[in-house]
């Protein structure tokens, strides 16, 4: 069993990771409350267009749409992201942790998603425990794991989002000259990419110990390959949502084709990465990229989003007894 100074940071580190600086607390809060503000502007200048109360016009807009036909594709859907997401996870942690089986990362992934409603972190971090309580991997090493997924998590959002805007240059130009920023942000990743890469192979810095922290071993383990094969198993999981989401605007009444959106849902996406209750900042993204369809959007951005977040945490209830097994009746090896 692995020294516990190895797995447990100590009391001022704990503290400065669990507690974060008051304003970027309520940060996301204040994003939250901005949308839904200029949100609420929009819907209220359309509802007035036709006479009726905000209300009122959203739930037509509700009423209006088959729901039986929406859970036919957005179930299935659901469960194919779970797979995927438990597919990067279990690959992550075989190479750079211990040898785990796929059917053994899915109980664990699926129970974090019910944590992952109030944090993200916090379900990252139950799954570390997991995995130190079944293979005594040190918990700074799978803390490790869970900051290259979400390092490659990224690269991945801004990839994708920048071949978004470059499908679709113009029209971005006539949403928002914002959007055109991504690309520098992808170039400016790339280069963020770059330099991680000759750091940790000791092209940089060859001396400097910092690569040598234990909550740095995935990186220091990890090749351009490594970061290549995770970004090819997520794609998947966007292209079928291209697909879905497509099928899914059309039962909310709006005309959507499978190329405009296979240009507008990276960016949604990267846009819902924007820490903030209710996933705010893709909904707002939804209205401006269809600004006349103000209601119909602000309803599908709102369904698809959290019904994704709390569909998964249903999936996640599946498996809960398994994981309180497996999180407290293992022990470390």
Known sequence: MSDAREILPTEPTRRALTRPAGWLRLLPWLI??????????RLDGAAAREGKSVVAYLAAVFTGVPWDRWLALMVPYSLFFFLIDSLVVWRVINWFNARVRYTDILPIRGSTYILSILNEQVGKGAMALYLYRREGVPGWQLGSSMLFIMFCEFLYLSSWATIGVALRWERFATIAPVF??????????????????????????????????????????????????????????????????????????????????????????FGAATPGPMRSVAILLWVLLFPAYEGQMTAFGFVQHNFFIFFNAAIGLLFVRRANRELFGAKPA
């Open 180 to 269: 055109h920023w991504i690309p520098w942000i992808t170039l400016g990743a790339a280069v963020i990419f770059a330099l991680v890469l000759l750091y940790f192979r000791g092209a940089i810095l060859p001396n400097h110990r910092l690569r040598d922290r234990p909550l740095l071993h995935a990186f220091r383990s990890a090749n351009a390959w490594n970061y290549l094969v995770i970004l090819v198993l997520r794609s998947p999981a966007l292209l079928a949502a291209v697909a879905v989401y497509t099928l899914c605007l059309r039962l909310f009444g709006v005309p959507a084709e499978f190329g405009d959106m296979l240009a507008y849902l990276p960016v949604v996406f």
């Open 32 to 41: 939250t409350a901005a949308c839904f503000a200029y949100l609420y502007t």
